[in-house]
């Protein structure tokens, strides 16, 4: 069969968004890299394009209460796993999965980003080199990377409001009630910080927390419902002012990896475009995968 023929099979199956609109050029020399990472693209959006309708179809047959109880369990059981975690084990994830940040393309070459500040009781995923890096500004002078504009969360009220303020310097950041740290609303000379959703300009990547993730994409938080609110909301604003949408990329222990279903969702549930674990990156995406050919 010829190339052109499998890909005209391949686009009954597909999602409309990736089915082909012209014919495929001659054959070349460069043809079958080509027609790989067609197929990467095929393969791996099929199955987060399937798992998410899936997922859909399923989540409406059942009820909401019975899919957040399901969460309750599934938290107290990664979080008793996070629990008995070795301590040197995880810090040397943490080293990893920092360095494996920082190194990354995405990061290097993004310009605007909003990243979580970790919180060792919460037992998350360590940010402290990566806000270490960003705010002593070492992409100034490198062209490796560029100098980037940062914004972390805070938490405002116990209805889901979190918002995203930028800050300069670790000093910026106090302790809440609940002894993490978040951003004054006002800097050192009583100025309102600047709200991201108030921006001229386009976040480039959002580095989120979570209490486990699976490999096509789901996501399960502490419950409270803040990030994907936030993330709901700066998506909608993306699209009204037609930015392109940041990449969403978790960090995650190797044993907060489940295996893909577990995770119950429900339709108000954002899913992460990769996974950043001490082994490595997780393009999960079509724009993610885009970036590992």
Not at 27 to 54: C, E, G, K, Q, V
Request: glycine share 4%.
């Amino acid at each position: 069969m010829t190339i052109l023929g499998l890909l005209q099979r391949l686009a009954v199956r597909m999602p409309p968004q990736f089915i082909p609109t012209a014919a495929p050029p001659p054959l070349s020399a460069t043809t079958p890299a080509i027609f790989n990472l067609f197929l990467r693209l095929h393969l791996r959006s099929s199955a987060t394009f399937t798992s998410t309708t899936m997922s859909a179809t399923s989540t409406a047959t059942v009820p909401l209460d019975t899919i957040f109880k399901q969460k309750k369990v599934l938290r107290s059981k990664v979080k008793t796993e996070l629990k008995s975690m070795d301590p040197t084990l995880r810090s040397q994830e943490d080293d990893a999965i920092q360095k494996i940040v920082l190194e990354a393309p995405w990061f290097k070459s993004c310009r605007r980003l909003c990243a979580y500040i970790s919180c060792g009781a919460l037992r998350e995923v360590d940010t402290s080199k990566v806000l270490s890096e960003i705010l002593k500004n070492t992409g100034q002078d490198d062209h490796s990377q560029v100098r980037k504009k940062l914004y972390v969360p805070r938490v405002e009220d116990k209805n889901c409001f979190m918002r995203m303020l930028n800050i300069s310097r670790m000093d910026d950041l106090i302790a809440n009630s609940m002894d993490i740290l978040e951003p004054a609303p006002c800097d050192a000379e009583g100025n309102e910080r600047e709200d991201v959703m108030f921006a001229n300009d386009p976040v480039d990547l959002f580095l989120l927390p979570g209490l486990a993730f699976d490999k096509s994409g789901r996501r399960l938080g502490r419950g409270g419902g803040y990030y994907d609110t936030f993330l709901t909301k700066y998506q909608e604003l993306a699209k009204d002012r037609k930015w392109k949408k940041p990449l969403f990329v978790a960090l995650s222990y190797s044993r907060q990896i489940l295996e893909d279903g577990v995770i119950p969702i429900t339709p108000h549930d954002v899913f992460v475009d990769a996974l950043v674990s001490s082994s490595g990156v997780i393009p999960i995406s079509p724009a993610a995968i885009e970036m590992y050919p």
